[in-house]
Antibody, heavy 117, light 111 residues
Framework: EVQLVESGGGLVQPGGSLRLSCAASGFTFSSYWMSWVRQAPGKGLEWVAN????????YYVDSVKGRFTISRDNAKNSLYLQMNSLRAEDTAVYYC??????????WGQGTLVTVSS | DIVMTQSPLSLPVTLGQPASISCRSS???????????LNWFQQRPGQSPRRLIY???NRDSGVPDRFSGSGSGTDFTLKISRVEAEDVGVYYCMQGTHWKTFGQGTKVEIK
């Protein structure tokens, strides 16, 4: 069974940093693109970033370019999102998602990031 | 960027009756590889999203066959043949042809 477990969320001040982690199990992690998707409180879904199987390609939504960095460690079956220069509008639940069939196949339970002073 | 527009945004339905959600894209979702990467997701209250449909009309494993997807180009539809109580939630379409963008979501509730 595919399992994706996020961690690292919490309360951070504007301008601060946070690193999210996602532990993957139940599938061959190194064979899949992976994504981060976020959902602001009471709002819709927004794709944030994704990374190729071997980490050689990374893509970001415009609103986080230059501030967020996606990475992975295939030896540890883990996905990461380094978030710097955080803003109030980055407040959201962040989901770790396995890319599949040109879409987003399996989702974690999410971790809440709150940016507030 | 491709903009995805869903309608309606709110859909009150009667148990046992059919329901339909429309999703339109601002440009064709046909990829250069010939596939059309249009997904549908269900998000029940308090839960993570769950994919129902991929590549327009393919049901994910474990998805009841009362859910079906159709469409082509820029116009797509999710249909529920007979709504059940467990179908309450928000439904999103998403295109994966050029990056990934979601529709605004359609809230399905029981009348």
């Amino acid at each position: 069974e595919v399992q994706l477990v996020e961690s690292g969320g919490g309360l951070v001040q504007p301008g601060g940093s946070l690193r999210l982690s996602c532990a993957a199990s139940g599938f061959t992690f190194s064979s899949y693109w992976m994504s981060w998707v976020r959902q602001a409180p009471g709002k819709g879904l927004e794709w944030v970033a994704n990374i190729k199987e071997d980490g050689s390609e990374k893509y970001y939504v415009d609103s986080v370019k230059g501030r967020f960095t996606i990475s992975r460690d295939n030896a540890k079956n883990s996905l990461y999102l380094q978030m710097n220069s955080l803003r109030a509008e980055d407040t959201a639940v962040y989901y770790c998602v396995r890319d599949q069939d040109g879409g987003l196949g399996s989702w974690g339970q999410g971790t809440l990031v709150t940016v507030s002073s | 960027d491709i903009v995805m527009t869903q309608s309606p945004l709110s859909l009150p339905v009667t148990l046992g009756q059919p329901a339909s959600i429309s999703c339109r894209s601002s440009q064709s979702l046909v990829h250069s590889d010939g596939n059309t990467y249009l997904n549908w997701f269900q998000q029940r209250p308090g839960q993570s999203p769950r994919r129902l449909i991929y590549k327009v009309s393919n049901r994910d494993s474990g998805v009841p066959d009362r859910f079906s997807g159709s469409g082509s180009g820029t116009d797509f539809t999710l249909k529920i043949s007979r709504v059940e109580a467990e179908d309450v939630g928000v439904y999103y379409c998403m295109q994966g042809t050029h990056w990934k963008t979601f529709g605004q979501g359609t809230k399905v509730e029981i009348k």
